[in-house]
């Protein structure tokens, strides 16, 4: 079974719909993010935590919120979806960092939006 | 800020050729790593490698290698007599202690064609 999953894996959603992405891992990893790769840009990261309690911005959080539900658990949320979010989502893991192996991100196999 | 740059879009070389594809990166800190994730058709991103600040020796992995240099803050990646399953798209990624340990900063990466 993978480490990391993602659900839904494909999602077609209307503008104004509010939509949810669910995130699990089985690592053990305090760390979890989130990504969006659109083409051209690489990812960036839209939010991260470091524990369960402790949730931060990334560099493009503007209309995303997150839910850290336990240790194993992070899920981002699309409160009101606009094309322009229309992008590839990944979820990542790592161990706690000090900079170090435990600093290497391991992802899921990311979930394919589409806001129509 | 960190910055990563990679200035190549695409490549587009014949099975067993040679491929470098470029890595430069920004960072005023003295401590940082340094990745390679690669992303093959089907989406998912898997990690290759992490290098640190503090070991500038290169790597030599089976057809893949990695050349390290802190004076021209390159971090280039070399796929040896390249095959058509090295066809995916190469990220270059950093992560800082000043920025906080685990949040990586990704080049825009760059597409690798190889053609039978």
């Known amino acids: 079974d993978a480490d990391v999953t993602q659900t839904p894996r494909n999602r077609i959603t209307k503008t104004g719909k509010r939509i949810m992405l669910e995130c699990s891992q089985t690592?053990?990893?305090?760390?979890m993010y989130w990504y969006r790769q659109d083409p051209g840009l690489g990812l960036r990261l839209i939010y991260y935590?470091?524990?369960?309690?402790?949730?931060n911005k990334g560099e493009i959080s503007d209309g995303y919120s997150v839910s850290r539900q336990a240790q194993a658990k992070f899920s981002l949320s699309l409160e009101s979806a606009i094309p322009n979010q229309t992008a590839l989502y990944f979820c990542?893991?790592?161990?706690f960092g000090t900079g170090g192996v435990e600093d290497t991100q391991y992802f899921g196999p990311g979930t394919r939006l589409t806001v129509l | 800020a960190q910055k990563v740059t990679q200035a190549q879009t695409e490549i587009s070389v014949v099975e067993k050729e040679d491929v470098t594809l470029d890595c430069v990166y920004e960072t005023r800190d003295t401590t940082y790593y340094l990745f390679w994730y690669k992303q093959p058709p089907s989406g998912e991103l898997v990690f290759l490698i992490r290098r640190n600040s503090f070991d500038e020796q290169n790597e030599i992995s089976g057809r893949y290698s990695w050349n390290f240099q802190k004076s021209t803050s390159s971090f280039n990646f070399t796929i040896t007599a390249s095959q058509v399953v090295d066809s995916a798209v190469y990220f270059c990624a950093l992560s800082a202690s000043t920025d906080s340990w685990g949040k990586l900063q990704f080049g825009a990466g760059t597409q690798v064609v190889v053609t039978p």
């Open positions: 690592k053990g990893h305090d760390r």
């Open positions: 935590s470091f524990d369960v309690k402790d949730i």
């Open positions: 990542a893991t790592s161990d």
